[in-house]
């Protein structure tokens, strides 16, 4: 066997041990880099928010070693949590709808990081064939001269409550919404309570399944909507035309509502921890046409927000290179193929 020198040795083992602490070093370094960030996402109750959370949330796994995570509950609980930090995301900021957001902003407890979209929609809604008729369904038009808000006095008896046949059947809002007030204001102000019955839906499940059933067998229907939704992006529903907004008549129900621009919002210390994906944050947007599409992708093919965004993703790959460098791009890109 051959023999080794004491001294060789020891040079030997203090090389190894060099060599490990080296190995060593490099490997908790590597570790350290790959560790991902925990981000929390607003979930404030309802579907277009989940989805866009599917969509920044997908690239947000896939692209910037970003580990989301949605937390859910009410518009004011959600938002107050922004300003602590408790969390960090809100994809779907209604900011009108919140008092207090525009000082916030000011004061710089809350970030805004850009416009969302601004093309959203609400008010009483008709299927269009109750206008224009359809006659790939065989229906003929039964309202053809209902243009507005107003006009509806004269058609009662084509929106005929089945609960009470003397009078016509207006869906409202849900109690409890602050629209509600508004649209019984309006029932009221335009004198539609001599034609018509105001229908509390009881919840938003309620009222799109009334518009479903309605839309699905052709019969006539008018209610209140908004937009995004599945049932926009769905059925062919018409927005009646009122009065131009005017913040004085709005709340006396003489006019129309407002449309919003939806904004994108993170908490104050989110753009230091990650300016990477801040800067995707800052140049996302989609629209309220395109969002309500997707959603009625997902109703029809009972899909996951998830795989509805990554569906979305492939349909406008182009939105990859407008809102992501490159070789982010190229990340996400190569998660959606796999």
């Not at 229906?139 to 609960?163: E, N, W």
Request: hydrophobic share 40%; glycine share 6%.
């Amino acid at each position: 066997m051959k023999s080794f020198s004491k001294k060789a040795v020891l040079a030997a083992l203090s090389a190894m041990l060099v060599a490990g602490t080296f190995f060593s070093g490099c490997s908790q370094k590597k570790s350290a880099e790959a560790q991902p960030l925990h981000v929390n996402f607003a979930d404030a109750g309802w579907d277009s928010i989940r989805f866009q959370n599917a969509l920044a949330m997908f690239i947000a796994k896939t692209a910037y070693n970003i580990e989301p995570e949605e937390k859910s509950g009410s518009t004011p609980i959600t938002y107050s949590a922004l300003k602590t930090g408790d969390i960090q995301v809100y994809t779907e900021v209604w900011a009108d709808n919140i008092p207090e957001y525009k000082n916030d902003i000011a004061a710089g407890t809350v970030v805004e990081l850009g416009d969302d979209f601004d093309d959203n929609k609400q008010g009483l809604y008709v299927p269009r064939y109750v206008i224009e008729g359809d006659a790939s369904r065989g229906i003929a038009a039964s309202a053809p001269g209902l243009k507005t808000v107003k006009d509806l006095k004269k058609y009662a008896d084509i929106f005929r409550d089945p609960d009470d046949p003397k009078k016509g059947r207006i869906y409202g809002a849900i109690s409890g919404w602050a629209v509600d007030e508004i649209l019984r204001a309006k029932y009221k102000a335009y004198g539609l309570d001599e034609f018509y019955n105001y229908a509390d839906p009881g919840s938003d499940s309620a009222l799109a399944a009334a518009f479903a059933g309605a839309y699905e067998r052709g019969e006539p229907i008018v209610g209140y909507y908004w937009e995004p939704t599945w049932l926009t992006g769905k059925y062919d529903l018409v927005l009646l035309d009122d009065e131009p907004y005017s913040a004085d008549n709005f709340k006396k129900g003489l006019c129309e509502f407002p449309s919003m621009t939806i904004k994108i919002a993170v908490s104050k210390d989110f753009p230091a921890a990650a300016p990477d994906y801040c800067e995707f944050l800052k140049k996302y947007g989609t629209t309220s046409a395109l969002i309500s599409n997707a959603l009625a992708y997902m109703q029809d093919n009972k899909t996951s927000y998830e795989d509805t965004a990554k569906w979305y993703l492939k349909q406008h790959d182009d939105f990859l290179d407008a809102w992501l460098p490159a070789d982010k791009a190229a990340l996400v890109r190569a998660a959606l193929s796999e």
